[in-house]
């Protein structure tokens, strides 16, 4: 009788965990109109783009979060957060409709940042830390800072975008390499000059000549994603004091974000 009722019990909690489980990532069939407002008041990439353009991003965006968890530790998960984790992937890969990121399995959203070592640099000193993808043991997982998520939206003249950071370290990854050589993504005609750009320009930002942020110059690996976030965030500043780096990410990411970008 009592191991009965212990299964029961058991059946009981394994049905109410998938029920509830269901409940906890609700991903809409069509996408709904508050979010396309939040976007529209958030997202300065959404909002420059045409309204084709736009039908394809939220697919993209239900398509991300239909795909990989999205988990709060020290924090709720709003559709806000939701929505911003989404563009953060949906953004470096517009270009190519066919892509996915196979190698994500969950991205944990932080309510800070958080000390830790900083993703592929052994023992950096105690900084604070934005966001990392996970290597070894956290393998397909992702952390961010919400604060810092948010903040690389919602601050419109900023070049900073930790989401986008992150997930360019991921199409980095995608080749197996984690170089800050995206041979997924760009044909080798294009890989000795990238690879050239990114010397000239790392010795700038260690000269203090330059206004790319100074966390590009620490390794080849983090040139990339630092330069990308200034790519999409501000492409026509970029485009004006760095024309030939501009012109190299329209390369690796098949976009030309300055040509649609709105004043302002
Ligand atoms: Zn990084």
């Given at each position: 009788m009592i191991i009965k009722i212990a299964v029961i019990v058991a059946i009981a909690a394994i049905a109410l965990y998938f029920v509830f489980r269901k409940k906890l990532l609700p991903v809409p069939e069509t996408f709904p109109k508050l979010w396309k407002q939040y976007l529209q008041d958030t997202v300065k990439f959404y909002q420059n783009l045409g309204e084709t353009d736009k039908r394809q991003y939220e697919d993209d965006v239900l398509y991300f979060l239909s795909h990989h968890k999205i988990t709060g530790v020290g924090t709720d998960v709003t559709d806000e957060d939701k929505l911003l984790v989404a563009s953060s992937g949906v953004i470096p890969i517009f270009g190519f409709p066919e892509w996915h990121y196979h190698n994500l399995e969950e991205v944990i959203l932080y309510g800070q940042s958080f000390n830790h070592l900083h993703e592929t640099e052994g023992t950096t000193n105690e900084r604070n830390i934005l966001g990392m993808v996970g290597w070894g043991y956290i393998n397909g997982k992702m952390v961010l800072s919400k604060p810092s998520l948010r903040q690389g939206f919602e601050n419109?003249?900023?070049?900073?975008?930790v989401g986008i950071h992150e997930f360019v370290h991921l199409l980095d990854k995608?080749?197996?390499?984690?170089?800050?050589?995206?041979e997924a993504l760009l044909s080798r005609q294009y890989t000795i000059p990238w690879i050239q750009m990114i010397k000239q320009k790392m010795e700038a930002i260690q000269d203090g000549k330059t206004d790319i942020n100074s966390y590009g110059g620490v390794s080849e690996t983090e040139f990339l994603p630092v330069v990308s976030e200034y790519f999409f965030n501000r492409p026509r500043l970029l485009k004006d004091k760095h024309p030939k780096l501009y012109e190299q990410l329209q390369q690796v990411f098949q976009q030309d974000p300055a040509s649609t970008e709105s004043n302002g």
């Amino acid at each position: 009788m009592i191991i009965k009722i212990a299964v029961i019990v058991a059946i009981a909690a394994i049905a109410l965990y998938f029920v509830f489980r269901k409940k906890l990532l609700p991903v809409p069939e069509t996408f709904p109109k508050l979010w396309k407002q939040y976007l529209q008041d958030t997202v300065k990439f959404y909002q420059n783009l045409g309204e084709t353009d736009k039908r394809q991003y939220e697919d993209d965006v239900l398509y991300f979060l239909s795909h990989h968890k999205i988990t709060g530790v020290g924090t709720d998960v709003t559709d806000e957060d939701k929505l911003l984790v989404a563009s953060s992937g949906v953004i470096p890969i517009f270009g190519f409709p066919e892509w996915h990121y196979h190698n994500l399995e969950e991205v944990i959203l932080y309510g800070q940042s958080f000390n830790h070592l900083h993703e592929t640099e052994g023992t950096t000193n105690e900084r604070n830390i934005l966001g990392m993808v996970g290597w070894g043991y956290i393998n397909g997982k992702m952390v961010l800072s919400k604060p810092s998520l948010r903040q690389g939206f919602e601050n419109e003249s900023t070049k900073s975008n930790v989401g986008i950071h992150e997930f360019v370290h991921l199409l980095d990854k995608a080749d197996g390499a984690t170089d800050g050589i995206p041979e997924a993504l760009l044909s080798r005609q294009y890989t000795i000059p990238w690879i050239q750009m990114i010397k000239q320009k790392m010795e700038a930002i260690q000269d203090g000549k330059t206004d790319i942020n100074s966390y590009g110059g620490v390794s080849e690996t983090e040139f990339l994603p630092v330069v990308s976030e200034y790519f999409f965030n501000r492409p026509r500043l970029l485009k004006d004091k760095h024309p030939k780096l501009y012109e190299q990410l329209q390369q690796v990411f098949q976009q030309d974000p300055a040509s649609t970008e709105s004043n302002g």
